[in-house]
């Protein structure tokens, strides 16, 4: 392997920046040493109702498992991200809206304003009987009120399940019942890249299916102003609700260890699990890593392009960036639209200096070429960072020096919904850059590698990540399902947080992060569950049985490739392939849309009846070279089959 291109830290960012090199290394070993006391410290940047004298109290060995942080600790995480800054930031712009349609005026709403919004919503939600410790879906568009509605449930107690707007009834419907929402908040249509997505329709279909009954209202934002079925008395507008209510709203006291949120994500097995991320800790961690990561400055303009559906929108759109105070801009629209230079004409029109998104976004507009990028300024721009899956090198080196021109550092950060926050990333002023590496460790955070069998690797070396010790902003449960949540990340390895990725330490002892090692797809940095496809495909009255894995694709990282064998007497057809394709869009949502489906008259499992994945996902890169052994197979005749009807697609 040749070595990669390594970027020492920039000697003028560093002489700025927040955390040098030394910092790092003198706060990194104290936070392994002495975590107790580095987390008491850390923790202080909290305003506290009750100071917490408990800092760490966490194990992770299966006969004394627990984890808690802060545990004695009180506070209210609105009172976090608003309250606190009104005397010195009032006027400071919490939030900066872009439309989708670049013609409409941007929004600018300060922390005084925001406050009063999510005041006035937590006053509306605790009138129609919303107490602390209800759950609440929220079902909205990329706009303002995203953020009003999570901040709102967090002032009241209340436990926000945002689900993303792309997913259909059935994922609504899902989501609702395994948490048993009380209230939905949603919004008439949402808007993207021209495109309207019917939100408030998509709910009615949700409500009527099985499981939804604990919904008692639905508060409707009017945003685009379409026509939508109200029914009464169940759905209310939100406006009517809201503009009455008081400037003022009590917050709600909280136990650090009380639920703050609950996000489904999906897994290697079954139905997408409710991630749980409590107050004290989850806060904490979350607005540290968004300081230090982004080596946050007061007057920076600070712009993450995800999903508030998505971990990333919570903890670096909303959490991190409110509770320290920053201005975060909220997008509604895409990449491309009306055209490839969106992104670096909202950065111009807002002076955006720190620019978080995505490899999959980056990808996109690469190939688009560099005029879309040339024909704007960027010149506010300091700072650049990447998630949701590994970026290739070509990407990495396009994104620096087209998009930054060689002046911006890129913290490619890796971390999951279930970690709360960033758990490997370089700190720029810190951390020299490899291109496709996330570098090194946050405070606290302690990886390691180990193999199959459960054994540490020292050195170089490669094998699946896990963690060795617990963080703040850590996951606590899987919602209603504790079991779930020891088996699938504490069992495999014992003792140890296992994390579902591959990753590889190098010479330097930087960390590389491979992908996924389970049944999880990430395309365009979205997790799928292979096994949430294989369900929506056989839930079709012509499939018998279906088997779902992931290829290399240019663009989204990876796609989505179905084999689908059909009940014995139905006849396959380029028709039955698109009403199959469209079934998953409709029970899952266009994200699991298929890239690839292949009819398979058999699949190939092994004697005992477990379909071999590896033979599976061979096939479908097109590798029919490396498939191995496959004479332990119940009926090795199938994999021939398979592969010639792969080549002849
Ligand atoms: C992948 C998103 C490589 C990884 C915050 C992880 C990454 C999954 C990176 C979590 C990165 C995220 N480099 N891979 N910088 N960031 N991933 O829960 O496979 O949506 O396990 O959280 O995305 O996805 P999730």
């Not at 092994?606 to 004479?631: F, V, Y």
Request: charged share 25%.
């Amino acid at each position: 392997m040749t070595q990669p291109a390594v970027h020492p830290v920039d000697p003028a960012f560093a002489a700025r920046a927040r955390i040098t090199r030394e910092d790092y290394r003198r706060d990194y070993e104290e936070s392994v040493r002495d975590p107790e006391r580095f987390w008491a410290r850390i923790g202080q940047r909290l305003d506290w109702m009750t100071p917490p004298t408990v800092i760490k109290d966490t194990s992770f060995e299966l006969a004394d498992f627990h984890i808690r942080w802060y545990a004695d600790g009180e506070l209210n995480a609105s009172v976090n991200c608003l309250d606190r800054h009104l005397a010195t930031r009032g006027d400071k712009t919490a939030l900066l809206f872009e439309h989708d349609d670049p013609t409409l005026p941007a929004e600018s709403i300060s922390y005084r304003e925001l406050h009063v919004r999510v005041c006035r919503l937590g006053n509306a939600l605790r009138a129609l009987g919303v107490r602390k410790g209800d759950r609440v879906t929220i079902y909205l568009p990329m706009i303002p009120d995203a953020v009003v509605a999570m901040l709102a449930c967090a002032r009241i107690g209340a436990v926000h399940s945002v689900v993303f707007g792309g997913f259909a009834p059935q994922s609504i419907a899902d989501r609702v019942a395994d948490c048993g929402s009380k209230l939905i908040i949603t919004a008439d249509e949402g808007l993207r890249g021209g495109k309207r997505i019917a939100l408030k329709a998509n709910v009615d279909a949700a409500l009527k299916l099985p499981g939804t009954n604990s919904v008692e209202t639905v508060l409707v934002v009017r945003h685009t102003g379409a026509a939508v079925d109200m029914q009464m008395p169940r759905d209310r507008w939100f406006d009517a609700v809201v503009d009455s209510q008081a400037d003022a709203c009590e917050p709600e006291r909280m136990n650090a260890e009380d639920p703050l949120f609950i996000l489904y994500t999906s897994g290697s097995t079954g139905k997408p699990k409710g991630v749980l991320h409590t107050t004290g800790g989850y806060l904490v961690y979350a607005s540290y890593t968004h300081e230090c990561v982004f080596d946050l400055r007061e007057d920076d303009v600070y712009w993450c392009t995800a999903d508030v559906g998505w971990v990333t929108g919570h903890s670096y759109i909303v959490y991190g960036p409110l509770a320290n105070g920053a201005t975060a801009l909220v997008f509604e629209g895409v990449p491309n639209f009306p055209d490839a230079s969106r992104f670096w004409q909202v950065v111009d029109r807002h002076k955006v200096t720190v620019f978080y998104t995505a490899p999959t976004a980056i990808r996109a507009l690469m190939r688009e070429g560099e005029e879309p990028v040339q024909a704007t300024s960027r010149a506010s721009l300091r700072l650049l960072g990447t998630v949701g899956e590994p970026i290739n090198p070509e990407a990495w080196r396009w994104y620096f020096e087209v998009v930054g021109e060689s002046r911006c550092p890129i913290v490619d950060t890796w971390w999951q919904t279930e970690t709360g926050g960033i758990l490997i990333s370089p700190l720029p002023g810190a951390t020299h850059l490899k291109p496709g590496s996330a570098t090194t460790p946050f405070f606290g955070v302690q990886p390691a590698l180990v193999d199959a069998n459960g054994h540490t690797l020292q050195g170089e070396a490669e094998g699946n990540l896990v963690l060795t010790d617990s963080w703040p902003g850590q996951m606590r449960t899987v919602y209603g399902d504790h079991g779930r949540f020891i088996d699938t990340y504490f069992r495999t390895y014992p003792g140890r947080y296992f994390t579902g990725d591959g990753a590889r330490r190098d010479a330097d002892g930087d960390w590389w992060i491979t992908g996924r090692v389970d049944d999880v797809i990430n395309v365009s940095g979205h997790r799928i569950g292979t096994a949430e496809v294989e369900s929506a495909l056989v839930s079709h009255p012509k499939v018998a049985e279906a088997a779902v894995v992931g290829f290399p694709h240019d663009i989204k990282g990876q796609g989505i490739y179905a084999y689908v064998t059909l009940v014995a007497g139905e006849t396959a057809s380029d028709d039955l392939r698109k009403e199959l394709v469209a079934h998953v869009r409709q029970e899952i949502g266009p994200i699991a849309t298929p890239d690839h489906l292949q009819w398979a008259p058999g699949l190939p499992k092994t004697r005992s009846g477990k379909i071999m994945r590896r033979i599976l996902r061979k096939i479908a890169e097109n590798a029919p070279e490396q498939l191995g052994d496959t004479s332990t197979l119940a009926d090795p005749s199938v994999v021939g089959s398979l592969v010639s009807e792969r080549r002849n697609a």
